[in-house]
């Protein structure tokens, strides 16, 4: 439907010889419907709040004793991080059944994290923030006196 300037209608209204208290009631009602259309528009939905959760890649099961290597990612506020790996694991179900993935599919948490696509992964609610991963430390979370 085409649109048109408020403005342009009061002046065929006009035009029209048309009387002003019913030409007002008019115009007001245009304005209403114009000014809902337009908050309509301005709406958008809330954010999603999000957490951080750290993926620890421990194949030997020697945690904490050792250093490992790690990838960052979010989780949906409201979500259990316990999910994420089953999240990391649908995203790489869809990548490896997409053209491309078919060519070069994902086998491990690593390749994934590195090559699927971020539409991929916000499709189940996870936000990767570091595609190669970063090193993980162990700490006794003691300062020391100095």
């Given at each position: 439907m085409?649109?048109?300037d408020v403005a342009k209608v009061a002046d065929i209204?006009?035009?029209?010889r048309?009387?002003?208290a019913v030409m007002r009631r008019i115009l007001e009602q245009i304005n209403s419907v114009t000014e809902k259309a337009?908050?309509?528009?301005d709406q958008k939905p809330p954010a999603v709040k999000k957490q951080f959760v750290v993926l620890i890649s421990d194949p030997e099961g020697a945690m904490p004793s050792t250093d490992f290597a790690a990838w960052v990612v979010q989780v949906p506020e409201d979500a259990s991080p316990l999910s994420t790996q089953e999240r990391i694991a649908k995203a790489a179900y869809d990548f490896n059944a997409s053209r491309r993935g078919r060519a070069l599919p994902v086998k491990t948490v690593g390749e994934?994290?590195?090559?699927?696509p971020a539409k991929n992964f916000k499709e189940v609610d996870l936000w990767?923030?570091?595609k190669t991963p970063v090193q993980v430390l162990s700490t006794d979370n003691v300062l020391p006196k100095g």
């Amino acid at each position: 439907m085409a649109k048109i300037d408020v403005a342009k209608v009061a002046d065929i209204l006009r035009q029209n010889r048309l009387e002003p208290a019913v030409m007002r009631r008019i115009l007001e009602q245009i304005n209403s419907v114009t000014e809902k259309a337009a908050e309509a528009e301005d709406q958008k939905p809330p954010a999603v709040k999000k957490q951080f959760v750290v993926l620890i890649s421990d194949p030997e099961g020697a945690m904490p004793s050792t250093d490992f290597a790690a990838w960052v990612v979010q989780v949906p506020e409201d979500a259990s991080p316990l999910s994420t790996q089953e999240r990391i694991a649908k995203a790489a179900y869809d990548f490896n059944a997409s053209r491309r993935g078919r060519a070069l599919p994902v086998k491990t948490v690593g390749e994934a994290m590195e090559t699927v696509p971020a539409k991929n992964f916000k499709e189940v609610d996870l936000w990767v923030k570091t595609k190669t991963p970063v090193q993980v430390l162990s700490t006794d979370n003691v300062l020391p006196k100095g």
